[in-house]
């Protein structure tokens, strides 16, 4: 690291999907402006990458330098973290050799730690903090914005983005759909939203067509974001002209798409399904907790949610 860089580090590290990944750098990025600190990117051991001393970040984003003013290091090859000074959370400053497994329980009370410290924004002494935890709803929705605004995707992959919705979208609303379903993959928070997944998607399906019954959406087109192809099957049959950005899915119930065997094209294509999502007129998620359509609910103009609560949708 060079030696000119500001000594004090929020160090983010994440290996897993991409809207895990941005929600969490966002929340880093927030915490190190506003305590004046250098973010380290350390997304080596991804699990979009066979090689993992390949960092992803690089491979996606051409910011090198900084983010929107706040000095930027991004980790690269074999090289441990020049940690400096004391270390937050505790666990990362203990010696490597005895240190105890990091559990899960571990692993949960260091995001609860991270998230107050990170929403409170108040500043600490130690030298370096280390985020390798799930950080969605740890920063303001204003610094999240902020932090998409001065990502700067890699060229070739922007131009993916810009050129489908020029040829897709011009000239017509549009009504992106986001459907988070895990294909066999442990949910967690999205689990209670699944059951019969024909049953599940007919009432996005009802959503979709409630939508396109007001003034302003009618006849508008539809966008399909999804990770399971049995979702894309309902859509396409419900919707013959319905828009997707092609790209590899899995057998049902193989597991996610973030995933070595999809590789490197598999979170380029996860990268330009999002920002497609965010240049819709209108966003309907399923389920609202998935961090991948996170960057579209809050650009979007009108956002469509399924409230579990409730059993039924709603315009937030």
Known sequence: MDADVDRRFVISMRRTGLGD????????????????RTLVVDWRGSCYLRDPAQNLFELLFE???DIGGVPLFIQ???EPHKVEGSVFPPWWGEPLEGRLERSDQLIFSERDMLRELFLSRRPIDA?????????????????????????????????SILEFCRSKFLGHNVIGVHIRHGNGEKMHDHEPYWGDLSATVERVVDEVRRLRRQSSFRNSRIFLSTDNIGVLQIFAREFPSLLTFKKKYRDPGDGALHTASNGFEGAVAAL???NILSYCNALVRYPPTSAFSRLASIVVPTVVEYRIETGKFTES
Do not use: P, Q
């Open 272 to 274: 330009i399904d999002m």
């Open 21 to 36: 990944c941005l929600w969490s750098l966002a929340s880093a990025w927030s915490y190190a402006r506003n305590t004046g």
């Open 127 to 159: 030298g370096t903090i280390v985020c390798d935890a799930c950080l969605m709803w740890a920063c303001r929705e204003e610094d999240e914005r902020e932090f998409y605004e001065n990502m700067r995707i890699r060229r070739k992959i922007k131009e």
């Open 76 to 78: 690269r090859g074999n």
């Open 63 to 65: 910011n090198d330098a």
